[in-house]
Antibody, heavy 119, light 112 residues
Framework: EVQLVESGGGLVQPGASLKLSCVASGFTFSDYWMSWVRQTPGKTMEWIGD????????NYAPSLKNRFTISRDNAKSTLYLQMSNVRSEDTATYYC????????????WGQGVMVTVSS | DVVLTQTPPTLSATIGQSVSISCRSS???????????LHWLLQRPGQSPQLLIYLVSRLESGVPNRFSGSGSGTDFTLKISGVEAEDLGVYYCVQGTHAPWTFGGGTKLELK
């Protein structure tokens, strides 16, 4: 059974940095592209970016690429999202997702982790 | 960026009623490889989204066949033939043809 478990969220001050993690199990992590998606309190969904199975390539939403970095450690079956210079509009639930079929279809989702940016 | 417009934003239905949700794209979602990367997700209250339909009309494993997807180019439809209580929640269309991948605004299905 595919499981994706995010962690690392919480309350963070504007301008600070935060690193989210997603531990994967139930599939061969190193074989698949992975993505991060966020959902605002108003329920708007936004794709953040994705990373190739070997970590050699990343793709980002243009509005976020200067502040967010996606990485992975295949030995630990873990996906990361490094967020820097966070803003109030980054307040959202962050989801780790697995592209299993290769169709950019967000086939599996984690339970999500909440990030609140506030002073 | 591709804009996906879902209508209606809210849908009230009775159990057993058939309903449809529209998703219209600001540009064609037909990829040069012949695939159309338009998918549908359902987010039940308090849960993470889950994939229902991928590539316009293919049902994800375990999804009941009362769900169906259709469409091409810029116009797509999700149909539920006989709503059941477990179908309540917010439906999103999402496109994976043109980066950055984008989502529709969602359609909330509630009981009348």
């Amino acid at each position: 059974e595919v499981q994706l478990v995010e962690s690392g969220g919480g309350l963070v001050q504007p301008g600070a940095s935060l690193k989210l993690s997603c531990v994967a199990s139930g599939f061969t992590f190193s074989d698949y592209w992975m993505s991060w998606v966020r959902q605002t309190p108003g329920k708007t969904m936004e794709w953040i970016g994705d990373i190739k199975y070997d970590g050699s390539y990343t793709n980002y939403a243009p509005s976020l690429k200067n502040r967010f970095t996606i990485s992975r450690d295949n030995a630990k079956s873990t996906l990361y999202l490094q967020m820097s210079n966070v803003r109030s509009e980054d307040t959202a639930t962050y989801y780790c997702t697995l592209t299993y079929y290769g169709y950019n279809s967000f086939d599996y989702w984690g339970q999500g982790v909440m990030v609140t940016v506030s002073s | 960026d591709v804009v996906l417009t879902q209508t209606p934003p809210t849908l009230s239905a009775t159990i057993g009623q058939s309903v449809s949700i529209s998703c219209r794209s600001s540009q064609s979602l037909l990829h040069s490889n012949g695939n159309t990367y338009l998918h549908w997700l359902l987010q039940r209250p308090g849960q993470s989204p889950q994939l229902l339909i991928y590539l316009v009309s293919r049902l994800e494993s375990g999804v009941p066949n009362r769900f169906s997807g259709s469409g091409s180019g810029t116009d797509f439809t999700l149909k539920i033939s006989g709503v059941e209580a477990e179908d309540l929640g917010v439906y999103y269309c999402v496109q994976g043809t043109h980066a950055p991948w984008t989502f529709g605004g969602g359609t909330k299905l509630e009981l009348k």
